[in-house]
């Protein structure tokens, strides 16, 4: 990840902050850019002038490019300015922020020590034929077991436009993660109108496991496995090269 501003994006995007969305994306510069890159998109966030950017970005920055464009004949239009970027671009914003939401609970709940695999009550449980269900204390023991036969997870709600119960700990944590943003499913609802997709709250599990056959030839290291929809071979990949982001590009 050279520019990891697709989830800031999204947050702003989210508060009806347009503008702030554009700068964001524009002028947000991070060292791993080019150097005239990072002068261009400085230069934008401390002046906002659409006509300068388009004269300072490369040819190959297209959306960026597209946005000043549009600024350039419509000053003071962001939410214009955004609307150029292609739909899939704009829901991936949102949709990056919620995995920002995600990963601070997660993080949140090994820092309190607790387990990936050991179901505490209140954790919401995900199953292989995507049947949910909430860990209580009668059915803690079950749960133990149904997760260490494969049959389900433990799983977080990634909150969206729709009102989220709280059921334990985990939720309570993503409830605070949203409060502290200053963002509810209100702004995932007018979101939803903006980028015309639906943001609805979804169950992610927390862990997953997968059977990787390694072959080594010479300098180079194939590794082969299978994934279920909605996770990343890099993320994989990446516990076994311990490497940043960038370097894996």
Do not use: W
């Not at 989830?7 to 347009?18: A, F, S």
């Not at 090994?110 to 919401?124: H, K, M, W, Y």
């Not at 997953?208 to 080594?216: C, H, N």
């Amino acid at each position: 990840v050279i520019r990891p501003v697709t989830h800031v994006v999204g947050e702003r995007i989210l508060k009806g902050d347009y503008e702030g969305a554009v700068a964001a994306y524009i002028g947000r510069a991070y060292p791993m850019e080019p150097e005239e890159v990072q002068q261009a998109r400085t230069r934008f966030l401390e002046t906002g002038d659409a006509r300068a950017a388009l004269a300072d970005l490369p040819v190959r920055m297209t959306y960026e490019r597209a946005m000043a464009n549009h600024l350039a004949a419509n000053p003071g239009d962001y939410a214009g300015a955004l609307r150029v970027l292609p739909p899939k671009l704009l829901s991936l914003f949102v949709s990056a922020f919620q995995s920002c939401l995600f990963n601070h609970a997660l993080s949140a709940r090994i820092d309190a020590g607790l387990s990936l695999t050991e179901p505490e009550v209140g954790d919401r449980l995900l199953f292989e034929n995507g049947r949910e269900d909430v860990v209580t204390a009668r059915n803690q023991q079950a749960a133990r077991i149904q997760i260490r036969r494969g049959r389900c997870r433990i799983a977080l709600f990634i909150p969206g436009a729709e009102p989220v119960r709280v059921y334990g700990p985990m939720d309570d944590i993503l409830h605070d993660l949203m409060q502290g943003r200053g963002i509810d499913a209100a702004d995932f609802e007018r979101a939803s109108r903006f980028v015309e997709t639906a943001f609805s709250g979804v169950l992610r599990a927390i862990s997953l496991s997968t059977d990787v056959e390694a072959e080594v030839a010479g300098t180079d290291l194939r590794l082969r496995f299978s994934l279920p929809p909605g996770h990343y071979a890099t993320t994989v990949c990446r516990e076994y090269m311990k490497a940043e982001p960038y370097l894996m590009i």
